[in-house]
């Protein structure tokens, strides 16, 4: 049962790594450039050219190894949805089928949403991407006759191709733990091209931002933000490594990888080495463990966002101090089991508060104390001191007795 929750794990981060790590998009999905119209040769040397010129430029900025050749890919975006988007592989699949079950029975999907669809369209939405040792440039979207643009998504794919020649980072296996070493990817990657776009280009960079306010996330922007957030904050972190100690700072880091998004999001706690609870692996009899994954505070401020105020939502997850998710299957029937630990009684209390606010909110009917019925699932609420635990399942009887 280890190795299938392990195996589960392994695929779920390789389509993470896919999308998250190393690619380079425009979400939405742009209309394709109607002004590249010269032979498919020209095009490559064109594109090859400007990589070389930036990877010299990039090597110096960051004082590292460069590589002795560079591989180049043209593809097209029917590329990219068949072979990142679309899965073959019949396991990818059911792991796949598994997410979109679990983000169904936490109320973030409608119950008609397709996760295999979205993955193709995250897919279609990429411009560039490092895979492997291969730089990948979609001719749809990558213009390499506009220098000054097709420069800035050669940086930042550059920076991922200088990364993983000079540092060796293992990936981890659980999502929260993902998420937080892609920020670090993503965030060196973005500030390693916005000094080489102002040193060399003198060009100014806009940053993008965590929404901020009252309204909520839609479905897409659920998706997006789960997509894009590690970077966005990832930014930050190496921002604020950058300032401490200069690149030999943010260097330390790859050795050093953050192990939470946590320590992303709150800077201070990765330099005091906040630790997290990790929660006992526990098997329920008769029952198949589907997955079991740690998700972080950036998952639950998006859980939350869906259907509360962003800013309530990050106010809540603020004093995570680790959590443990299981989804199990029997035949017809679900369960799951959401362990999470805070700093204080107090953050519990928060967290309580907010999912209460959130089951309102998607009218669920509450049938007993702590316990709530929408539609045919059932939820409920236990709690003790600092933890705070969320169970679910298809059976009322199974919510005390799985």
């Known amino acids: 049962m ?24 425009r979400w939405p999905i742009e209309t394709p450039l109607s002004n590249v119209i010269s032979p498919r040769e020209t095009y490559y040397v064109q594109t090859e050219k400007l990589v070389y010129e930036v990877a010299d430029d990039l090597v110096n900025i960051r004082e590292l190894n460069g590589p002795n050749e560079i591989k180049i890919q043209i593809v097209n975006v029917e590329w990219t ?23 169904k029975h936490l109320f973030i999907v409608p119950q008609d949403f397709d996760l295999l669809a979205q ?15 291969t730089l990948y440039f979609v001719s749809d979207y990558f213009d390499p006759y506009n220098e000054v643009s097709a420069k800035e998504a050669i940086a930042h794919e550059v ?22 070493r892609g920020a670090l990817v993503e965030g060196e990657a973005e500030v390693t091209k916005t000094q080489y776009l102002e040193l060399v280009l003198n060009k100014r960079v806009d940053k993008d931002f965590f929404p901020v306010g009252n309204q909520t996330i839609s479905v897409d922007e659920f998706f997006w933000l789960k997509w ?5 904050f990832g930014i930050e972190f190496v921002e604020m490594l950058y300032r401490e100690g200069g690149w030999i700072r943010v260097n330390d880091a790859f050795i050093d990888v953050p192990k939470t998004m946590e320590q992303i999001m709150h800077h201070e706690k990765y330099t005091m080495k906040e630790e997290y609870l990790d929660f006992e692996e526990e098997m329920l009899e008769d029952w198949d463990l589907e997955r079991s994954d740690r998700f972080g505070e950036l998952f639950i401020v998006l859980f939350l966002a869906r259907h509360m105020p962003v800013d309530d939502a990050r106010i809540a997850a603020q004093g995570w101090g680790g959590d443990n998710f299981d989804y199990y299957k029997k035949h017809n029937e679900y369960f799951f089991e959401w ?33 709530w019925k929408i539609n045919e699932e059932y939820l409920k609420i236990k709690s003790n001191n600092w933890n705070v635990t969320i169970v679910g399942s298809s059976n009322y009887e199974t919510l005390e007795n799985p």
């Open 2 to 25: 280890q190795s299938k929750v392990r195996n589960a794990a392994i695929v779920v981060i390789l389509i993470l790594t896919a999308f998250l790590l190393v690619s380079y998009t």
């Open 81 to 103: 949805k068949e072979n990142w988007g679309r899965k073959t592989n019949q396991g990818e699949i059911n792991q796949l089928k598994i997410e979109e079950e679990i983000y």
């Open 119 to 133: 993955k193709e369209q995250e897919a279609g939405s990429i411009l560039a991407a490092l895979w492997g040792d």
């Open 159 to 180: 920076a991922h191709l200088l990364q993983s020649i000079n540092f060796k980072i293992e990936q981890p296996f659980k999502l929260d733990a993902t998420l937080a």
């Open 228 to 232: 894009v957030a590690p970077g966005i």
């Open 339 to 371: 362990k999470t630990a805070w700093d204080t009684t107090t953050d519990a209390d928060q967290f309580i508060s907010a999912l209460e606010s959130l089951f309102g909110s998607i009218e669920a009917k509450e049938i007993a104390p702590k316990t």
